[in-house]
């Protein structure tokens, strides 16, 4: 082991663990830091690797799904995370589940049992200024070691509180509902989407809104929204709904300087939908970050004009979370720009979910050695979701406010022509070109 070169991974969740198992099977020697058991963070209460906290579920495994795309690319190229997950899966239809004890164990065997690894007890409170580091201490990082990240990007690139509203697929928008149109005809029409309502149809909506379930907090989410600054800085749109009937009137859904083309007058209210990539295939919903259920963001938000079919490809959520403001400071290798030592790898780096983090730490870790070993780095291309997931956390939309990101098709590469036969063939058509990239480009990458 003397002769290997050595990396740190600082973090022993899913990114850790695979960023960790992939630097060893390039051929570094890695050593592995986790602050448990010695010290658990207030969603973690098991002592073993790649803890499951929220559920067990790691989505669709359907190739046409963004996210089953990824987890294919990953199984494909040799993730330590996706083997643990299919030796341990349990029946859930079309999705991969997993039973969250075995999951855990699998992978803390494999972990421990690599002689490439060392694992090392105890808490990080500091980043290390010399050799090459993956930090992938998760969107609950402990408060020393926050500081000194938070200092790294000079106070003003880390995020503690997470409030996103909701992305849709443009290509799900009824346009006979919708159009484009800047509010007073400033900048360009296409950067917004616009779905007008009828007094009647606001009535309605309103009345959805302010009724709809809210998610339930955890005890550390609770304690972050207690205070009033976080609720002022970014309000749930149901909660300013409750502030009377004409709030949103005069806020997010203002219709002024927005006349409808067919009869040149401004509607009752207006929901605008802001392009979110420079393709124009993503819009969020301006002003409607929100802390309603996923069911009941598709219920409510579906009450929208033009919106009554769209397609989610992330919901609007609102929660603690620590992540980096990633472009222009992350590159699409999850390195830091400035500093090709460092990488970050899991929700730290906004990207959002069990499997979108496998994929963060899979890039970081084969990177890392890499570039211990001296040798080029791989950097996948956005035809692939692994590459668009990367390439999004390093450049962005077009919009300066960035923000966590699911897999979603709407960050792939889009074709250069559109592809008939509607968003089932089209998706299909993604998940065939991804997989003949991975397989005649990165199988090597199985057996390294």
Known sequence: MQDKPTIRVIGAGLAGCEAAYQAARLGAFVELYEMKPHKFSPAHHSPTF????????????????????????????????????????VPAGSALAVNREDFSAYI??????????RVIEGEVTDIPEDGITVIATGPLTSDALAEHISALTGGAELHFFDAAAPIIDFSSVDMSRAFFASRYGKGEPTDYLNCPMTAEEYDVFYRALISAEGAPLKDFDRESQAEPTVFEG????????????????????????????????????????????????MYNIVGFQTHLTFPEQRRVFRMIPGLENAEFLRYGVMHRNTYLNSPGFL????????????????????????????????VAGINAALR??????????????????????????VSSDFQPMNANFGIIAPFDKKIKGGKRVRNEAYAERSLEIIDTRFSYLKNS
């Open 108 to 117: 803390t065997e494999r972990i421990k049992s690599n002689p490439s690894i």
């Open 372 to 397: 211990a070993l001296g040798r080029e780095a791989v950097v996948f291309p956005r035809e692939c979701e692994i590459g668009a997931l990367a390439h999004y956390v390093s450049e962005g939309g």
């Open 331 to 362: 590159t699409s290798i999850y390195s830091v720009a400035n500093n090709p030592n460092l990488f970050f790898a899991g929700q730290m780096t906004g990207v959002e979910g069990y499997v979108e983090s496998t994929s963060s730490g899979f």
């Open 234 to 281: 970014c309000m749930p749109v149901e909660v300013m709904a409750k502030r009377g009937y004409d709030t949103l009137r005069f806020g997010p859904m203002k219709p002024v300087g927005l006349p409808c083309p067919d009869t040149g007058e401004d509607a009752f209210a207006t929901v605008q939908l802001r392009r979110e990539n420079r393709e124009g295939t």
């Open 50 to 89: 790649a803890e499951l906290v929220c559920s067990n579920s790691l989505r669709s495994n359907v190739t046409s799904n963004a996210v089953g795309l990824l987890k294919e690319e990953l199984k494909r190229m040799g993730s330590l995370i996706m083997e643990a997950a299919y030796a341990t899966e």
